[in-house]
Each structure stands twice: as structure tokens, then as C-alpha cells.
């Protein structure tokens, strides 16, 4: 996505001058800038991922001017940082989206709605089937399948990404139910979450010797990557779930080899994506990164002006590193 005016792209996958990132998953952060803009707390993230970068930071709500081109960061509260970038040129105002959600989440800033002119919004789950239910009844869900799990000695592997969706289920985990243990591509951005204020249960480094002091009774959060590798058995016996919007979809567990589904995203589901375009009052809306064509489509009947815009953005699923790659951190959520 690239704005002409202000000569700088958004979310770019390849070698540019500036690029403003809307977020620190994998399929929107890529490295190759000369140069990256980006919200406060999404920077930390940033350099974890991409390592030496140059990267200019923005507060939410602050502007900056580029090329005479008004660009400010608005939370989306898809993930920790995650923003929307709202650019202003000559009286016209355009809002790239990112991923964003609006249900109530402790691990990230809450979405701000911008209002413009036009809007460029994800459609990930941008289908009438889509449809989340209450978070809080959920994450009570996933506490009782791991206290049943525990009582029969099984221990919980919980697969969920390792940026975002971890840290949000760990924020809701009771941890009287027993130990929490996290694999090794969690536990860095956990740490992060940590530093950034974001209040964390304790929790262990999920490796052989924690595994066997704590088996059948721990929950193990780990990202969807490591359930293909030798890594999981030693839990067993063991006990599996997915987290993931996905999970609304009947065949997907099932394909995922899984014991219990999570219906649990951080994107926002259909009825929340026209409310949030109607509430924009946007006259023009591009639809990218999903169900592009439908939602066209619809806004089309619905009389407003829709188009599609094609990007490489995905399943941010990047969680497929061993956990021998992050040293083992404090049970705080600090630094070792």
C-alpha cells in the first residue's frame, strides 16, 4: 500500500525508504526498510523481531507530516501497539485499518474508531458465520478444560499465536488451577508484554525438566507450529486445544488434530466489521486481507462505493521456532 503524496508505504513486504507498520506479527512487519515508523509499543516488538532497524515512533493520537501528508497512529486493539493509520491530504482523509478488533482485551490498547473519507479494512473473518461470543465466558471455558484436564491427569497444550493471542489467554488464566508453562517463542514477547506494563500471572519455561515436574497438571501454551514437532511429547499424556477464530468453522479442529476448540480471535468478527465501516462514515471502502469479494459485493448492494485491494497479508502464525531459542526467563515475565 503505498500513498504517492507522502512518498511512503504501509505494511510493506519489500525493500522501500519508509514504511509505516500497523503491527509486529509477521505478515505485516518485514524487514527490509530503509526506515520504519510505528506506534510507542509496537517498537520493542519491532526490534525483537527485525533486529537492527531503524524505526521512528509515534504516540497514539501524535502526528507527524510526510511530504505535506498528516499521518497519525490510532489503536486497533488487535494486539499489543497494533494501530490504524489515519493520513490526511488536502481535506481528504484515509484510514489503513490493519488488524484490528473491538471486544474488550487487558493485554492491549482498546480500538479507537477514526472517522474518514476512506476506509481500507481487513476482512479476515468477513463472512456472516464469523460471529465471537462472550470473551469472558470463553476464557472461564478454557480454565475449566484445564482443571478437567488436571484432574485426570492429563496435561493442556493450549496452541495459540505467540505474539498477541498468548499473552492475551495467559492475562486469564487462573493460576491456582496449577503451574503455566510457556514454549520458547512465547516467552520473548511475553517479557515484552510484561515491560510494557501488561499485567502477567507467573509462569515457567516450558523444557523437559518442567515438563516432567509438572506433568498433568500444568497447561503448556505454545504456538500452532509446535504441534507437528517432537517438542509436544514430552507432556504426554497430553491433552490439546486450539485458540482461534477459526474454530466457528465445523472440520477445522478436526483437520487440526485437535481435542477442543477455542472459538477465540484477535480480528473482528463479521457483525463488528459493518458496524465499525458504517460508524467510520466513510464513503469509499477498500476491502483487503480476506473475504475481499464478498464484502465488495455487499457494500455494493448496500449502496456504498467498495473495492478490493490485494495484499500478501495472512495467518499470522509464526510460532514455529524451537524453545530452545529463547533462553529461559524469570516466572515474573522479566528478563533473566
Not at 504516540?59 to 488487535?78: C, K, M, Q, T, Y
Not at 472517522?115 to 465471537?132: D, H, K, S, V, Y
Not at 518442567?210 to 511429547?233: D, F, S, Y
Request: hydrophobic share 40%; net charge neutral; aromatic share 8%.
Amino acid at each position: 500500500m503505498y500513498c504517492p503524496q507522502g512518498d511512503f508505504y504501509v505494511d510493506a513486504w519489500g525493500k522501500v525508504a519508509r514504511n509505516i507498520v500497523t503491527h509486529a506479527h509477521s505478515d505485516h512487519a518485514r524487514f527490509g526498510a530503509e526506515r520504519y515508523l510505528c506506534s510507542r509499543t509496537t517498537e520493542p516488538l519491532m526490534r525483537r523481531r527485525l533486529g537492527q532497524i531503524t524505526v521512528d515512533s509515534l504516540a497514539f493520537g501524535e502526528s507527524i507530516d510526510l511530504n505535506g501528508v498528516r499521518v497519525s497512529l490510532h489503536p486497533a486493539g488487535h494486539v499489543l501497539g497494533s494501530a490504524q493509520v489515519r493520513i490526511e491530504h488536502r481535506g481528504q482523509v484515509w484510514v489503513a485499518s490493519g488488524d484490528y478488533k473491538r471486544e474488550r482485551d487487558l493485554t492491549c490498547e482498546p480500538f479507537e474508531l477514526v472517522r474518514c473519507n476512506t476506509f481500507i479494512t481487513e476482512c479476515t473473518f468477513g463472512l456472516p458465520i464469523f460471529i465471537w461470543g462472550d470473551s469472558e465466558k470463553l476464557m472461564a471455558d478454557i480454565n475449566k478444560w484445564w482443571r478437567d484436564n488436571r484432574e485426570v491427569g492429563r496435561t493442556s497444550v493450549l496452541l495459540a499465536y505467540a505474539l498477541g493471542k498468548s499473552q492475551r489467554v495467559l492475562a486469564n488464566l487462573d493460576p491456582a488451577i496449577g503451574p503455566i508453562l510457556l514454549h520458547g517463542a512465547v516467552i520473548p514477547m511475553t517479557t515484552l508484554y510484561g515491560e510494557a506494563g501488561m499485567a502477567m500471572p507467573t509462569f515457567e519455561y516450558a523444557n523437559v525438566e518442567n515438563a516432567k515436574n509438572h506433568k498433568g497438571k500444568a497447561i503448556v501454551i505454545a504456538p500452532p507450529g509446535a504441534l507437528n514437532t517432537t517438542w509436544i511429547r514430552k507432556f504426554a499424556p497430553f491433552s490439546v486445544a486450539v485458540a482461534s477464530g477459526w474454530m466457528r468453522v465445523r472440520g477445522i479442529r478436526r483437520r487440526k488434530a485437535a481435542d477442543r476448540g477455542f472459538v477465540l480471535s484477535d480480528h473482528v468478527d463479521f457483525p463488528s466489521l459493518l458496524q465499525t465501516i458504517k460508524e467510520t462514515g466513510a464513503e469509499h471502502v477498500i476491502a483487503t486481507h480476506g473475504y475481499t469479494s464478498v464484502l465488495q459485493r455487499l457494500l455494493s448492494e448496500r449502496g456504498l462505493q467498495a473495492s478490493t485491494f490485494q495484499t500478501h497479508f495472512g495467518d499470522e502464525d509464526e510460532g514455529t521456532s524451537s524453545p530452545t531459542d529463547a533462553a529461559p526467563q524469570r516466572s515474573d515475565g522479566g528478563s533473566a
